[in-house]
């Protein structure tokens, strides 16, 4: 069955530090990627996405890049702050199926120190 | 705009109670799940309704049940609370790609 494979947590960085997260998967054809984030005490929410091969997702200083000959979508950012710190999960959804259900890996938890 | 809409966001139970946990999304999406997330564990879907009227087991779905009462409505029975099921609970929605979701419902068993 699908799978994602996250990094072991947690990760400590300092203010301004670089960030990967990485983030691998286990699905037939091209699944789409994403990445949520989960602050504390809060709901998960979108914070980027990639539905084929080589794209990349965006969103607030956040990247990653759809690799389908490594299976992975590893999330960076250049200069993390302390409003980055939170829970992140990388998730599939399957190949074609748009109302398909999301699989997570086990998320990471991120805390950025001043 | 509401989003996805959790209740109750508290609950204590005793072992052997019933009870539900309501959601509710105003986005008109098709497909609504319920996941249970725990200390180690990242999220895990315990029911997943792919469109009004259907429902499907998801990777832990013992001692739950499941209601799409309509498009906008799903929610998550337990009929017999066990401390086991002591975790956060998350709906969440969606149509095609990217999940919206509720606050959660964080409930103890004791």
């Known amino acids: 069955g699908d799978s994602v494979t996250q990094m072991e947590g947690p990760v400590t960085l300092s203010e301004e530090a670089f960030l990967t997260i990485n983030c691998t998967y286990t699905a037939t054809g091209y699944p789409s990627l994403f990445w949520y984030v989960q602050y504390p005490g809060e709901g998960l929410q979108l914070l980027l996405k990639?539905?084929?091969?080589?794209d990349k997702g965006s969103n607030k200083g956040f990247e990653a890049t759809y690799r389908k000959e490594t299976t992975s979508f590893h999330l960076e950012k250049g200069s993390v702050q302390v409003s980055d710190s939170a829970v992140y999960f990388c998730a599939l959804q399957p190949w074609g199926g748009a109302n398909s259900k999301l699989t997570f890996g086990k998320g990471i938890t991120l805390s950025v120190r001043p | 705009n509401a989003g996805v809409t959790q209740t109750p966001k508290f609950q204590v139970l005793k072992t052997g109670q019933s009870m539900t946990l309501q959601c509710a999304q105003d986005m008109n999406h098709n497909s609504m799940y319920w996941y249970r997330q725990d200390p180690g564990m990242g999220l895990r879907l315990i029911y997943y309704?792919?469109?009004?009227?259907?429902?499907d087991k998801g990777e832990v779905p013992n001692g739950y049940n499941v209601s799409r009462l309509n498009k906008r409505e799903f929610s998550l029975r337990l009929e017999s609370a066990a401390p086991s099921q002591t975790s956060v609970y998350f709906c969440a929605s969606s149509l095609g790609a990217s999940a919206f979701f509720g606050q959660g419902t964080r409930l103890t068993v004791v």
């Open positions: 990639a539905t084929k091969a080589d």
């Open positions: 309704s792919a469109s009004e009227g259907t429902t």
